[in-house]
């Protein structure tokens, strides 16, 4: 009998794996976050040579939770080069580590952020039959997910394999007409997992061919003087993820633009620092007759109390069906708007807000700028001072850190400015800051709580053979849950529950972990320390501690202030010129 000698071919899984690289790599992805196992090991092998050829950057992380932070961090990216998210891929082996992406995957899916889920899987003879690390994976991100592929093992790598890439990424992309998020390529992998010894790995060309061309739809602009009546005095509320056409519509219309500071449009001529002190004005809100809402304004009270009232007209710029109207009062929702042809029929309008503003700003200037050296940090002198340094992006923690910066925040606005407000929580600050360093390459402050640091410590842990980002975190230490003191948690009537239940104050040594992960360490005890220690340059991975006293009247004093005569400073006031 006769033998046929084949050539030496890599398997399946290896194939199948480069054929989805290289289509993503197509599409547009450039970056990848990696987490180590061994069903998804062909992946590693694909990417590394990938790598080495220049074609994509690939970050290594341990923990699949830090991991989706940190491509959350790297698609945010995008929005400070170009005012749009980047797509980002991660890619993991099978069971629990799936699982682990969860929190990130729902904080980018509320923040429209394309993520591209690729994770390693059983083929189907191992599922539901007991088999080690085997979960149903298919489905595991619900609702977060925009769509999912379930690619089965020993499917060809055809063109076929590499188009099903393509579409998960227009999908992602919100492409042709949709909503940005994350979307999930399930791929099933059988044994064996490695390439051939003998062969090299082309990652020169996938066999698909060209990808396919997806283009954006197009969305009609309402006319402004169709959307918002003329007539009526306007203010335009920008929360984050804000159209950054929000600034010419405000600018255009002669009318006040209340921004969130990681709106993007606080550059703005029209913006109107401050929106917390204002809206708790009466004289001055009392007068708003109409509101455009465009973003998702999350940060304070006042606000969602003035887009619920019942005597307001409130009209919704919104370019999906989530759009924001907690309170059910919108009368209109428009997907883009066209700015204004004239000013507002009310020419002292935008005129009052500003100097209302300018007397905030000068109030707020009596309390964090006339500091003494010898001072000891407050929440609101090391939001001012964070604010104020511009040789970095800034990255702002939830609860208590983004609330200051959002009283705080006056002078010339800025579009470095970000926050995971997709679910507004805790989780994976500094992971998020990790990936915006290498996205975006150039350094980053954090300012962030240190509950907030604790719950996403483990991601200062860098392998050897990683590039370091340049983060430097700023944890304010008020030692706990401080943003519960000020809500209803924190009355006198439930104080023998709120240490233990509420703050969760951590017995745990910043330093300490500092050292653990090879993170440089100051301590900072007095504003002359703070200002100095920001007059560095950020290199590297560094951690500037900042113990402040716990005071939950703080921040409700500067929302507050023109109902007082006098600021609190610690244990002395300030007396307020005029009348506010």
């Known amino acids: 009998m006769m033998t046929v000698s084949r050539s030496p071919q890599h398997p399946p899984s290896i194939t199948v794996a480069r054929e989805l690289i290289l289509a993503l790599h197509s599409c547009g992805v450039r970056d990848v976050v990696y987490c180590p196992g061994s069903r998804s090991a062909p992946f590693a092998y694909v990417l590394s040579a990938v790598e080495a050829a220049g074609h994509m950057r690939v970050h290594i992380r341990l923990d699949e939770r830090n991991a989706a932070f940190v491509a959350v961090g790297l698609s945010r990216a995008g929005l400070l080069a170009s005012g749009r998210a980047r797509p980002v891929a991660v890619v993991t082996t099978s069971g629990g580590a799936v699982a682990e992406l969860h929190a990130g995957v729902a904080e980018a899916s509320h923040s429209r952020l394309p993520l591209i889920i690729v994770s390693a899987d059983r083929p189907f003879e191992m599922r539901d039959v007991g088999a080690s690390q085997t979960t149903t994976q298919v489905g595991i991100f619900a609702s977060h997910i925009r769509h999912t592929w379930d690619i089965p093992a020993g499917i060809d790598a055809d063109h076929r394999c590499g188009r099903v890439a393509a579409r998960a990424v227009a999908v992602a992309r919100g492409l042709p007409a949709g909503v940005p998020g994350p979307v999930h390529l399930n791929v099933g992998l059988r044994d064996p997992l490695v390439p051939h010894p003998g062969l090299s790995l082309d990652v020169e060309q996938s066999t698909a061919g060209a990808m396919v061309a997806v283009s954006r739809g197009e969305v009609a602009e309402v006319p402004w003087e169709e959307a918002l009546d003329p007539t009526l005095r306007t203010v335009i509320v920008a929360g984050d993820g804000a159209d950054r056409r929000s600034a010419e519509w405000a600018e255009a219309a002669h009318v006040p633009l209340l921004a969130e500071p990681t709106s993007g449009v606080t550059l703005s001529s029209a913006w109107v620092a401050h929106q917390q002190s204002l809206l708790n004005i009466p004289e001055l809100t009392q007068q708003i007759e109409q509101v455009l809402v465009t973003g998702r304004p999350t940060l304070s009270r006042v606000v969602s109390a003035l887009l619920a009232r019942d ?58 700028c006339k500091c003494d050296d010898a001072d000891a940090p407050t929440l609101l002198s090391v939001a001012d001072a964070l604010w104020n340094v511009r040789d970095t992006a800034l990255l702002i923690g939830a609860s208590n850190a983004i609330r200051a910066v959002d009283l705080i925040a006056r002078g010339e606005g800025r579009s470095d400015c970000i926050s995971n407000r997709g679910l507004a929580g805790i989780d994976g600050t500094i992971s998020t800051a990790f990936g915006l360093a290498w996205g975006s390459d150039r350094p980053l402050r954090v300012m962030l709580g240190d509950l907030t640091f604790f719950h996403d410590a483990s991601a200062l842990a860098c392998a050897p053979e990683e590039e370091l980002p340049h983060v430097q975190c700023v944890v304010v230490d008020d030692g706990g849950g401080a943003i519960f003191a000020s809500l209803e948690h924190g009355r006198a009537e439930y104080q023998d529950m709120y240490e233990r239940w509420f703050a969760t104050r951590q017995d745990v040594s910043i330093e ?69």
């Not at 007059?535 to 929302?559: M, Y």
């Open 311 to 368: 005597d307001v007209r409130i009209v919704v710029q919104s370019g999906d069906s989530e759009w924001v109207d907690v309170a059910g009062r919108a009368s209109l929702v428009i997907p883009a708007l066209r700015a204004a042809t004239a000013h507002h029929e009310d020419a002292t309008w935008l005129d009052q807000w500003r100097s209302r503003g300018a007397k905030v700003s000068a109030a707020v200037d009596m309390i964090t």
């Open 512 to 580: 300490a972990l500092a050292q653990a992960y090879g993170v440089s360490y100051e301590r900072v005890d007095t504003v002359g320390q703070l200002r100095e220690v920001l007059t560095k340059p950020v290199r590297g991975r560094s951690i500037v501690h900042v113990p402040v006293q716990r005071n939950p009247d703080l921040l409700s004093e500067v929302a507050h202030f023109y109902t007082q005569k006098t600021f609190s400073k610690d244990s002395e006031s300030i007396e307020l010129e005029g009348s506010y």
